[in-house]
């Protein structure tokens, strides 16, 4: 489950550092090859959706969608506590009956039963719980704005957000001209303490997923438009 953004800068950086933040100048994209094996996708890809318990507040709205290139969304939405849902951007494989989404050193496991996925422990048995954690397929939902923690760099008049554990980079898009939003507000905040661009500056955000015309080619590709800075600094 997910905690909230409560922590200081330094622990921060230390915390998305160890979730994989990459060495290398240039954000890695997105490579669907780096899921191995991969899963039929008439067996898995789709929506998925249900009401889980949760502790502190009548349940979790979590909601899966498992895209045909191996990648996923997943957010979690803490009812009567949060209106922006927390999310998770990564990428998926099956081996066998068991699904994991892989994002950060803990990846989540699950089996499908039927229209139903099943949340499995680290060990890929099944939670011992009388209640009920799994979630059901639907033919769609929308994917709307989320809590996003992760890396962004802004190199040579590109902007790109790495999702905290992930092996690929999202293009973000920029504010239009002579609009002075949270994308003008992110590229002041890396100019002014990441001295050595592209060193990646670690930042917490309210963002969304939206498809555009890609950067190259005729084709269309996912930028993240960012509607809210909650935090971020270089250390």
Known sequence: MYTKFLVPVAALYLAISACGTRSAKEPAQINASDTVPKAEPHAWTGFYTDTVPCADCPGII???HLKADSTYILTDEYMERDSVPYGQLGTWSVAGSTLTLRTGDNPRLWKLDGDRLNPLDQDGKVIDSPMSYSIQRVDTF?????????NYVYYADSHSFTPAGSRFAIPVAMDPPGVKGAGLE????????????PDPMPVRIVATLRTGPAMEGNGTEQYLHVERLEEGKSK
């Open 62 to 64: 979590t909601r899966l």
């Open 142 to 150: 929308r994917t709307g704005a989320m809590h996003l923690a992760g």
């Open 186 to 197: 992110l590229e002041k905040l890396y100019v002014k303490h990441v001295k050595t661009p």
